[in-house]
């Protein structure tokens, strides 16, 4: 299966765009956000583009470890930047320079670790006290995830590396932080 990418539309300008509060951007990239993230649903990490993924993210970032399957590290927060790149129509990542600033992606590089986006997000004023979707939602320091839909007290998600793959499940709102990206 080839690599899921943005759709062609908003790209860069619509980054500035949102930045500067445009509810047209808003409402695209949001419709973005649901169309990225359902073209992953059902990848494991059998799938060559969840393995390219991570395999990417760690070399950036020099691990000793090449990742394979039954030795994946934790990839939930890698998807979850990743589907947020996506949404936004900003450029890929290139290759060595995951670490390097990307100043219209809310988070500002490329994070896989759940501390350093939780991190990053607080430090960049984004927790909020309920959900919407479009989200990133943190289960403590274990997972994030994105919100896909919010109805009394429950939430439905988009989850990289939950059991193993990209899935939607439902869950309550209770116990979990909120980050919300999408202004």
């Known amino acids: 299966m080839a690599r899921p990418g943005p759709l062609v539309g908003l790209g860069i300008l619509g980054a500035l765009m949102l930045r500067r509060g445009a ?3 808003r409402a ?18 059998r799938s060559l583009t969840v393995q390219r993924l991570v395999s990417d993210y760690t070399r950036a ?14 990839w939930c927060g890698l998807w979850a930047l990743e589907i947020v790149r996506e949404a936004m129509g900003l450029p890929a990542w290139p290759l060595g320079l995951f670490k390097a600033p990307l100043p219209l992606h809310p988070w500002g590089a490329w994070y896989g670790s759940v501390g350093d986006i939780k991190d990053v997000a607080s430090q960049r004023g984004m927790l909020v006290s309920s959900p ?6 943190a289960l403590g320091s274990t997972h994030v995830g994105l919100v896909r839909s919010v109805s009394d007290g429950t939430m439905t ?12 499940r439902t869950t309550t709102t209770a116990d979990k932080q909120f980050y919300r990206w999408l202004l």
Do not use: C, K
């Not at 919407?132 to 939602?137: A, C, K, M």
């Open 23 to 25: 509810p047209q951007a």
């Open 28 to 45: 695209a990239i949001l419709a973005r956000f649901h169309i990225e993230a359902q073209r992953w649903l059902g990848m494991d990490e």
């Open 61 to 74: 970032w020099q691990w000793l470890e090449v990742p394979t399957v039954g030795n994946m590290p934790d």
């Open 132 to 137: 919407e979707p479009g989200d990133l939602y």
């Open 157 to 168: 998600t988009y989850d990289g590396n939950w059991s193993n793959a990209v899935g939607s």
